[in-house]
């Protein structure tokens, strides 16, 4: 089962990420680019992420596009735009 499946917040979908990619808080962070303080903040609720903070994440996560959309879409920002779209 997909761990985006069910209606969970922003941080707890990211947590249950990095945690099925067996990634620490500061593998995770190196990855992103981020400061392991920061991407501990964001996991556990007390920030929320900005669309460029969360876009890093994502590709620290090796998300695909449509995991990446799920979470922009939690965070209620814009997804990532479609190339092929007309």
Do not use: F
């Amino acid at each position: 089962m997909n761990p985006l499946d069910q209606p969970t917040p922003l941080h707890q979908q990211l947590d249950q990420l990095r945690e099925s990619a067996g990634l620490s808080y500061q593998q995770l962070a190196d990855r992103a680019g981020m400061d392991v303080a920061h991407v501990h903040r964001i996991s556990k609720g007390s920030r929320q992420p900005s669309r460029d903070a969360l876009l890093c994440l994502c590709i620290g996560l090796a998300c695909d596009v449509d995991t990446t959309n799920i979470l922009l879409s939690s965070a209620k920002h814009l997804p990532l735009m479609n190339r092929g779209a007309s």
